[in-house]
């Protein structure tokens, strides 16, 4: 039959040294070890699972018992938790032989990730001109089209890529890429300069 053990740990002061100091905890066969620090709001803890056997690691809250987060570390790995005060630890040993572990706290943020920026699709699509003049238009940073009567350029832009005409010397905005342009969209050069005309 598994027994629990429950650790109610308060603050310790190694927390807010330099020195990076290690607790170890020698979990006995088919055992279950409970750890908490109540007086903590937010810590992160750097455990090392030093036994020759898996280790059965997870998260819980602190009023309903249920399981935030389960894992397995594999021996000799180690593992950053991020632990809020509503939480507890739970160490399993599923095994019949003892389980070494050893656990640091941590300062700061327990990874830093690089913000990753959401990729900027590109749009390709046709601009026509169906009318019997040619248009000017401007494509900042793209290229400055001057599209002949009764023609078809293709364009490969980035959402967010504005689309002016260029009239008498004036930028108008006509078009703003966006995700309602579809891959292989023909677009009307004219009806977009009426439109912005006429607005």
Excluded: C
Excluded at 32 to 46: C, E, G, Q, V
């Amino acid at each position: 039959m598994k027994r629990n053990l429950l650790i109610i740990l308060f603050t310790p002061l190694l927390i807010f040294s330099q020195r990076i100091e290690t607790s170890k905890i020698l979990i006995p066969p088919k055992q279950i070890i409970l750890i908490s620090y109540p007086l903590l709001t937010n810590y992160n803890l750097k455990i090392w699972n030093k036994s020759k056997f898996d280790l059965t690691i997870s998260t819980h809250k602190q009023k309903t018992d249920s399981i935030i987060k389960k894992f397995t570390m594999e021996k000799g790995s180690s593992a950053l938790l991020s632990i809020s005060n509503e939480m507890y630890i739970q160490f399993q040993n599923k095994y019949l032989a003892n389980l070494k572990v050893e656990y640091s706290f941590q300062n700061g943020p327990s990874v830093k990730k690089n913000k990753i920026k959401p990729l900027t699709p590109q749009r390709a699509f046709y601009l026509e001109n169906n009318t019997a003049q040619r248009i000017p238009l401007k494509i900042p940073g793209v290229m400055n089209p001057n599209l002949s009567p009764f023609s078809r350029s293709g364009v490969d832009l980035k959402n967010g890529q504005k689309i002016y005409l260029d009239f008498n010397g004036k930028n108008i905005l006509i078009l703003n890429v966006t995700d309602s342009i579809k891959h292989g969209d023909r677009i009307d050069v004219g009806n977009l300069i009426n439109k912005a005309l006429n607005n």
